[in-house]
């Protein structure tokens, strides 16, 4: 078993059980790509089991701080066992679920979803690619379920020196699924779509996005970055009048019209944009058009920290046309999905947007990942996902 050995002072984050260790706490030490390494402190305590990655940032990802514990088949399926039972604990009442969130449930890189029965993985680190096959097989096992699709196509694998993969791991059939989601029948393919094929962690949201648009009976809605309709299908649920899809994806709009059509909505209640947001938005304006209900919820915009700066005026920037667009007495859900940008810092920006549009508003609502998207109390950075329900004062 190698060895890794910090720096003085440097075991401080993982005493405070922080999964992560950054090349430039390392004193000495290395081994191959996701071998598991034993690190201590300078003085030679052991701190943890994890994942080496040669070539990351991230040197090393915490598997387990328990000294007695050995990182074998019987450990992942452990982690897997308590990680798919917590979510049936949960209750989510949709069989859309993700069934693994990486750190969160104590598997660094691996991020699972299951979209009725097909299972999709992501294998974002080097120690979750080097145990896929314990994975794989422990994953079949604890479900019951035998199809696996691979999704490791992230960004996320170059940073950690590996290869773009997709395909089968277990079983093959068609990519395409169909679930269930707050009482709606929602469409997507595991191999096409982005991610895993769905934005799962929106879930929550997209119910109360339905709810506030029956309460206020809102009628024009403006779905922006609607990806393959989710809050489209959530505010024609909700009685809307007429909802406006904008992407600039084109098989994604295909997919949301599809979804519209799945669940018996009148495809003339619906418009679908493939375009810009930002262009649209200001399109909108120029013609005197306004919206009862927007929905913001772009890409992440912020990749890293050092992009904060230019992120933060994207944000603004998009949510001050929104509240421009917004009736009075009409309601923005805004999102951003970057881990960089701090809840407080968000409804900061958004706060300036409103000020900038010349808009009164109240904050309704928070938003936030859906309860199968757990955060690890010791990792903030998992908690990526925030959203803010705004009211326009009339
Ligand atoms: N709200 C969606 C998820 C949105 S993901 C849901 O509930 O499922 C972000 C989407 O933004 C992607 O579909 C991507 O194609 C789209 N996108 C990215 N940049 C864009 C731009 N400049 N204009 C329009 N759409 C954009």
Not at 112 to 140: C, M, N, P, T
Not at 337 to 345: F, I, N, R, T, Y
Request: proline letters at 4%; one cysteine or more.
């Amino acid at each position: 078993m190698k060895t890794i050995r910090l720096k003085a002072g440097k075991e401080r984050s993982l005493l405070r059980r922080h999964p992560w260790v950054f090349d430039g706490a390392i004193d000495r030490g290395r081994a191959d790509p996701g071998e598991t390494v034993r690190v201590e402190s300078a003085d030679g305590r052991f701190l943890a089991w994890g994942a080496y990655a040669p070539s990351s940032k991230i040197r090393v990802r915490v598997w387990s701080f328990d000294e007695a514990e050995r990182i074998d088949a019987a450990f992942f399926e452990r982690r897997l066992r308590a990680a798919v039972a917590l979510r049936e604990r949960l209750a989510i009442d949709s069989d859309g679920v993700r069934l693994v969130h990486g750190e969160s449930d104590g598997l660094p890189g691996l991020v699972v979803d299951r979209y009725g029965d097909v299972l999709v993985a992501q294998f974002g680190s080097s120690g979750a690619e080097r145990h896929k096959a314990w994975i794989a097989d422990a994953l079949l096992r604890v479900t019951g379920l035998s199809r696996l699709y691979e999704r490791s196509d992230a960004s996320v694998r170059q940073l950690e020196g590996l290869p773009p993969v997709t395909g089968w791991l277990r079983g093959d059939g068609p990519t395409e699924c169909v679930i269930r989601e707050n009482g709606w029948r929602l469409s997507l393919d595991v191999a096409e779509g982005h991610k895993t094929g769905y934005y799962l962690d929106q879930r929550d949201s997209r119910r109360d996005c339905a709810e506030l648009t029956r309460r206020f009976g809102f009628g024009e809605v403006l779905n922006c970055y609607s990806y393959t309709g989710g809050f489209t299908v959530a505010a024609l649920a909700g009685g809307a009048r007429h909802v406006t899809s904008i992407d600039s994806s084109g098989p994604a709009l295909q997919r949301a019209r599809r979804n519209v059509a799945l669940n018996g909505f009148d495809a003339a209640r619906c418009t679908f944009l493939d375009a810009d947001v930002n262009a649209s938005l200001r399109a909108f304006w120029a013609a005197g058009r306004r919206f009862h209900a927007i929905v913001l919820d772009p890409p992440k915009l912020a990749p890293s920290a050092a992009h904060l700066e230019r992120a933060a005026r994207a944000y603004k920037d998009v949510n001050r046309l929104g509240f421009k667009l917004l009736e009075p007495g009409g309601v923005l859900f805004t999102y951003s999905c970057s881990g960089a940008v701090g809840v407080e810092l968000f409804q900061k920006i958004v706060a300036s947007a409103a000020h900038e549009a010349g808009v009164e508003a109240t904050l309704l609502a928070r938003h936030g990942g859906a309860p199968d998207h757990p955060t690890g109390l010791a990792f903030p950075e998992g908690e990526y996902l925030k959203g803010l329900v705004a009211w326009r004062r009339p």
